[in-house]
């Protein structure tokens, strides 16, 4: 794998002899298809092409995904020798927020945020079967707390345990006031990849993170509505709109009077057609509302 690659959601570049920067911008997945994915194999080949560096910068963008290769990754951060800042863009949910615990220190924008919850999982199989896979859950949330409480020790275990059962999205004050972040940056702008199936296991995402896809970036502050414009209403010439009438009553009396014409000659000379009543214009009377 070159070093220097700068295209996809997974780049790995040596920004000097001593810096690195590894961009990890889609799902976290247990083997890497395509390059809006990151995997453990992926991201431990990484640090082997880096060699030796001084400082990494890991700048997470993702909606998280695999535990287990989550916390493979996590692991290999957290032991590595180089010093290496996680810089959250612009979202890092589920396991994507413990990787980010791995780092040395943890970076956000104003306007990025952080999402945690409790892994889940789709099981079928007896009553014993599901309930060792709800045991196998159990031990997994553990892990992903530890992570917290490795980052901040002082954390309030009540309530990281209350925001995990929840699904809790955290602002990057909040983030910082919960001691999940060392520091708060300006807000820059913000790219992510979320599959469809990827975003319907979130519960509560806010709309500015739904529909994250390679072709629809999402802006760095959103536009709110425009209001539609209605139709300016115009005032009605009543003068107009008489003569008009006029005009189609004249027209209907000629017609009247020809059709009357026509049929005297067909009847008999005892017994003439009466002479049609003539209309009164009554202007905008002649309407039934």
Not at 108 to 120: F, L, R
Not at 125 to 147: E, P, W, Y
Not at 259 to 281: I, L, R, Y
Request: net charge negative.
């Amino acid at each position: 794998m070159q070093v220097d690659k700068s295209k996809g959601f997974f780049n790995v570049k040596k920004t000097s002899p001593t810096s690195a920067s590894i961009d990890m911008y889609g799902e976290i997945v247990d083997e890497r298809m395509n390059d809006i994915e990151t995997s453990a194999t992926s991201f431990n080949q990484a640090l082997k092409d880096l060699g030796d560096v001084e400082n990494i910068t890991l700048n997470i963008n993702s909606p998280g995904g695999s535990v287990f290769s989550g916390i493979a990754i996590y692991n290999m951060i957290k032991s590595h020798k180089s010093h290496i800042t996680a810089n959250v863009q612009g979202l890092a949910a589920s396991i994507a927020t413990v990787i980010a615990m791995g780092a040395d220190k943890v970076v956000m924008p104003s306007n990025s945020m952080m999402m945690i919850h409790n892994a889940w999982t789709i099981a079928m199989g007896n009553a014993n079967d599901l309930r060792k896979q709800a045991d196998d859950l159990d031990k997994i949330n553990s892990t992903v707390f530890n992570s917290y409480v490795a980052k901040n020790p002082d954390i309030d275990h009540a309530l990281l345990q209350k925001m995990l059962d929840e699904e809790t999205w955290l602002s990057a004050e909040e983030c910082k006031n919960l001691g999940l972040i060392d520091e708060i940056q300006n807000a820059t702008p913000i790219a992510a990849k979320i599959s469809p199936e990827m975003e319907a296991q979130f519960k509560n995402m806010p709309n500015k993170f739904k529909h994250y896809n390679a072709d629809n970036l999402p802006q760095e502050q959103d536009t709110p509505p425009q209001e539609e414009k209605k139709p300016e209403e115009k005032d009605i010439d009543l003068k107009v709109v008489n003569d008009k009438l006029d005009d189609i009553f004249t027209l209907l009396k000629d017609v009247a009077k020809s059709v009357v014409k026509d049929d005297s000659k067909q009847e008999h000379e005892d017994n003439p057609p009466k002479p049609p009543e003539q209309p009164q214009n009554k202007k905008f009377n002649r309407f039934t509302f």
